[in-house]
């Protein structure tokens, strides 16, 4: 029940979902004063979150800082946390996607000695049952041992399908094989807040390696501080993700 409840509030906290409410709700009013109230809370709800300055600043002040690896340092296992893949019905082949930097990540930090063991955390988020076969945490398994890691070195959680499950399946992974700390947790810059309170509420302390950073610390120049960015939605839409996630996570005591 909890993951399906999740999956509506997803829909009902991202912004450009707001705009369109108000718009139809404006576009269906009888009344004129409500038409318009309602016409110009879609604006000014449109203007504030297609400005790509406002977020850029909210999401630099939210996501992780870039981790610089040391000399010699080594942590037993990396825990990679997918959602950087997608399946074909169609064809039958899976792909990444966007954040798929965490998978670049973690191979690099393998091969360079960082990570001894690797522990590939995702099943499948649907909610469609047809759909829900294909196990992300397989398709990444396959593609981390052919960029030549052993299989032996590849621990997998096929079955999670949100970030509580992550940390639950891990740490029962973790602790089955009795795998001594430290641990490095690899996800996207803005997945590290949310993710390090569950894994610690589950009892498994890590070290942040955030990557996939979805804003760099560029200036933007004058135009693009008044343009609205259809851009800016999407970042919207994981501040809100996270945030609120967080949030829904400790009222319900996990995290």
């Not at 049952?129 to 041992?145: N, T």
């Not at 999407?234 to 945030?243: G, P, R, V, Y």
Request: hydrophobic share 40%; aromatic share 12%.
């Amino acid at each position: 029940m909890f993951f399906i409840l999740s999956k509506i509030l997803l829909f009902l906290i991202q912004p450009f979902n707001w705009v369109l409410i108000l718009t139809t709700l404006a576009f269906l009013s009888k009344d004129q004063q409500k038409r318009k109230k309602r016409g110009i809370a879609a604006l000014v709800v449109f203007l504030i979150f297609s400005n790509a300055y406002l977020i850029q600043r909210i999401t630099l002040y939210w996501q992780a800082k870039e981790k610089e690896m040391k000399t010699g340092e080594q942590y037993e296992a990396g825990i990679l946390l997918t959602g950087f893949a997608a399946f074909n019905i169609k064809t039958g082949k899976a792909y990444f996607k966007g954040a798929s930097d965490r998978f670049i990540q973690t191979a690099r930090l393998y091969h360079q000695g960082h990570i001894k063991k690797i522990i590939v955390s995702g099943g499948n988020s649907s909610i469609i049952k047809s759909r829900q076969k294909w196990k992300e945490g397989d398709f990444v398994a396959e593609q981390l041992q052919q960029l030549g890691i052993p299989e032996k070195d590849i621990l997998k959680d096929n079955q999670s399908r949100n970030t509580h499950e992550n940390g639950l399946f891990s740490k029962r992974i973790i602790d089955s094989l009795q795998i001594p700390p430290p641990y490095l947790l690899i996800t996207s810059a803005t997945h590290i807040p949310r993710a390090q309170h569950v894994f610690n509420k589950v009892g498994l302390t890590t070290t942040a390696y955030p990557c996939h950073f979805t804003v760099i610390d560029n200036p933007i120049d004058f135009p693009g501080v008044l343009m609205p960015s259809l851009e800016a939605f999407d970042l919207w839409n994981t501040f809100m993700k996270e945030n609120v996630g967080l949030l829904m996570y400790k009222l319900t005591g996990k995290a």
